[in-house]
C-alpha cells in the first residue's frame, strides 16, 4: 500500500476510511489468539456432563477471555489463564496421542481438578484445545 498523496486524503472535507481506520490485517500483534478444537481428544472429553456447573461456566469465561484479550503469551498471565507446562508421563500421556513431539502442552486450572489441556501456535496465535476434564490424571501410579 502506498501513502496517499495530501491532496488525496481530504475531499469534501471528508477522510477516506483508507487513512483513517487502521489496518489490523498489517498489525497482527494486535489480533487475539484464535480457540481451535481441531486436535480436540473426544476420549477424554468430560465437558458434557462430569464437569460441575460453576466450572462449565467457568471455563466458558475463560475461553471468552482467551479470544478476546490474549494478543500473546505474558497476556494469559496477566488474564488469570494458567501456563503450566504438562510433562509426557504417567496419565497425562493420553493427552500428547495423535500430537507432534515437540508440542508443548499446558493445563489450565479451573477449580477443584478441572483442567482445560491445550498447546499453542504462538505464530499463528491459535490456542489448541486438546481436553476439558474434571478427573485428576495421576503422574506417579504405580502398577502391580
Do not use: W
Not at 468430560?46 to 497476556?75: V, Y
Request: charged share 30%; hydrophobic share 35%; glycine share 4%.
Amino acid at each position: 500500500m502506498s501513502i496517499p498523496e495530501i491532496k488525496d486524503i481530504e475531499k469534501d472535507g471528508i477522510i477516506p476510511l483508507e487513512v483513517s481506520e487502521p489496518k489490523t490485517e498489517d498489525e497482527p500483534e494486535i489480533k487475539p489468539f484464535l480457540i481451535s478444537y481441531l486436535k480436540y481428544n473426544n476420549k477424554l472429553c468430560e465437558i458434557d456432563g462430569s464437569l460441575i456447573r460453576n466450572c462449565q461456566k467457568k471455563a466458558l469465561l475463560d475461553l471468552k477471555k482467551i479470544g478476546k484479550n490474549i494478543m500473546d503469551f505474558d497476556d494469559f498471565g496477566n488474564n488469570g489463564i494458567d501456563t503450566i507446562p504438562v510433562e509426557y508421563r504417567g496419565e497425562y500421556k493420553k493427552l500428547f496421542s495423535g500430537l507432534h513431539e515437540d508440542v508443548q502442552i499446558f493445563e489450565h486450572k479451573l477449580q477443584s481438578t478441572a483442567r482445560i489441556f491445550y498447546f499453542l501456535n504462538e505464530i499463528s496465535r491459535i490456542f489448541y484445545i486438546i481436553a476439558i476434564t474434571q478427573a485428576h490424571f495421576e503422574t506417579d501410579k504405580t502398577r502391580r
